[in-house]
Every structure is written in structure tokens, then in C-alpha cells.
């Protein structure tokens, strides 16, 4: 099955979904276990972009449920927003990597219509790109992300009518690793872009 940006306003977000769960487009189809299309409402004010789905994503179909998840749902919780009312979540592909090496890019390009009409149908306020997947499959760059984060972006794309006001923000799982709060560290670094977001968003 191969989409096309312009059909996106032709088909709900559902029946992407019906046609990402049958999906066979790359590689990466060969291994899963489910497919994790995203979770959330749509449209939703919020819509957060991880990397890909890890071992409990894979087992479950669902984004962010590991520990990952649990950290990014603190996060969003301390800036009031509630998953799935508040945000959409969904990752650069919806199908596992094998031992969770990064998404290739025949992968990425073989899952990015999915991805855009998500966009698409969410229509959301803020768009959080978590990961240097994310950041360079919507933001076509590779700028470091310690370089790049919290900085408000405004992104035209052929596939709405607004650009997208976007934000790159470590992923969780690289918060993870770094268990300080102290100010400078990435942790303390993701409050302040999430204290950013909050002030946006009211
Ligand atoms: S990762 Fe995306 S393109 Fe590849 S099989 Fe899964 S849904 Fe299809």
C-alpha cells in the first residue's frame, strides 16, 4: 500500500490506522508483534513525536508505556496535560526496530505518510519532536539536539494550511540515563522547555 499526502483529508484518521496495522511498507514489519500507531485524541492541542516503539510498546501497541513512558507522562502531567485527552502521541515509525537500534531511513520515509497524516488530522497547537528521529524527519535538519531544544520553531509543510509551531525536547529515554536535577542538566533543561510549552499553551 503506498499513501499520498493528498489523500489526506480523504480518509479518517482511523482508517489510516486500519491501514498501518496491515501495513507491510519496510522491513520492520517482519518482526512486531503489534503495530503502535499513536494514542490520543484528534484533533488534540498537543501532539508529541518519539523515536520508535521499544519491547513494552511492541507488546502492548501502545507509545510510551516502558519506563520512558511512565517518565514522559510525569512530565506531561507536570505541565497539566493528561494523556490521552491532552496530547497525541506517536513515534517517526509504528513499527519495533529489532534490540531497539534507531529507525533507518528507508524506514522512516516508508512510514512518513503515516506520520504526516497524523499531523494532518491531529491539527495540533504545539508539536514536541522528542528525539533526533522526530526533530529530523519533520525539521529536514541534524543539528545537535542540546543545540536545538527549546527553541520555539515555526515550520511550513505541504500538508497544512499553518505552519506548525514546533519544539525539539531530549527524549525521555536520554533523561533517563541522566538521573540529576541539577540546574544545567538535561532534566532540569526539559522543565524549562516544558515550562515554555505550559506558558504557550495558555
Ligand atoms: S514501520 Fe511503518 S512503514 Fe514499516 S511496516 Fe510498520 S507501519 Fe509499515
Known sequence: LKLGYCYFPEKTLDEYKNNALACTNCKLANRRTNVVFGDGDAPCKVMLIGEAPGKDEDLSGKPF??????????????????????????????????????PEKEEIIACNDYLQAQI??????VLLLSGSPAMQTVLKIKTPISKIRGTWIDKEVDYMKMPLKIMVIFHPAYLLRYPSKEKGSPKWLTWQDLQKVKKYLL
Open 65 to 102: 508505556v516502558g519506563r520512558s513512558g511512565q517518565l514522559l507522562t510525569m512530565m506531561l502531567e507536570s505541565i497539566e496535560l493528561k494523556r490521552p485527552k491532552d496530547i497525541y502521541i506517536t513515534n517517526t515509525v509504528k513499527c519495533r526496530p529489532p534490540q531497539n537500534r534507531d
Open 120 to 125: 494532518f488530522h491531529v491539527k495540533p497547537k
